[in-house]
T-cell receptor
Framework: AAGVIQSPRHLIKEKRETATLKCYPI?????VYWYQQGPGQDPQFLIS???????DKGSIPDRFSAQQFSDYHSELNMSSLELGDSALYFC?????????????FGPGTRLTVL | AQSVTQLDSHVSVSEGTPVLLRCNYS??????LFWYVQHPNKGLQLLLK??????LVKGINGFEAEFKKSETSFHLTKPSAHMSDAAEYFC???????????FGQGTTLQVKP
């Protein structure tokens, strides 16, 4: 079965650079969530989209922006990168109509800021 | 809003012995609760979920969890630990009506030979 795809899997950037993370949800899933997991931390919700509209926003810095496109893939854009942005970034997708709101996670993008 | 608390940051068991990972939740309504597992440098995999259909939920790899409303608990158990069970386990709830997940602090399960 098709899973959530994230690219790239690993990314190394310098401080103050920009980064773009991509997420391709499971086919027919209409909702995408982004989470950030710092070293030794639990994942923290950043932002979500339903049918290409932002549906919720968590602790996402103003330097970050995201959108969901017409094919339902999503991109997380991160500017003016800081050392503290080094983390594992997960994308998850779900079908809103699914009872219990099960989310399927991608493998994550590991961002390292030097 | 819903929140989850994992009572142990580290649990160590011997291979072949039972596993118990504890999770308490707080919610003003019937919650949706999940257990996810994360192996080192891997993504998050759903073990099981509770959605009020049955209080005893069976998941993958022999894990199960029991929802106890009177104790506001959703502990994860497995009768016999395997070396491959060594991983980070997250108890997870849903916050609000947009489906965003709220993670517990995580429990590191160590399995000794």
């Amino acid at each position: 079965a098709a899973g959530v795809i994230q690219s790239p899997r690993h990314l190394i950037k310098e401080k103050r650079e920009t980064a773009t993370l991509k997420c391709y949800p499971i086919p027919r899933h209409d909702t995408v969530y982004w989470y950030q997991q710092g070293p030794g931390q639990d994942p923290q919700f950043l932002i979500s989209f339903y049918e290409k509209m932002q549906s919720d926003k968590g602790s996402i810095p103003d330097r970050f922006s995201a959108q969901q496109f017409s094919d339902y893939h999503s991109e997380l854009n991160m500017s003016s990168l800081e050392l503290g942005d080094s983390a594992l970034y997960f994308c998850a997708s779900s079908l809103v109509a699914t009872p219990g709101g099960e989310q399927f996670f991608g493998p994550g993008t590991r961002l390292t800021v030097l | 809003a819903q929140s989850v608390t994992q009572l142990d940051s580290h649990v160590s068991v011997s291979e072949g012995t039972p596993v118990l990972l504890r999770c308490n939740y707080s919610s003003s309504y019937s919650p949706s609760l999940f257990w996810y597992v994360q192996h080192p440098n891997k993504g998050l995999q759903l073990l099981l979920k509770y959605t009020s259909a049955a209080t005893l939920v069976k998941g993958i790899n022999g894990f199960e969890a029991e929802f106890k409303k009177s104790e506001t608990s959703f502990h994860l158990t497995k009768p016999s630990a395997h070396m491959s069970d060594a991983a980070e386990y997250f108890c997870v709830g849903i916050s609000g009506n947009t489906g965003k997940l709220i993670f517990g602090q995580g429990t590191t399960l160590q399995v000794k030979p």
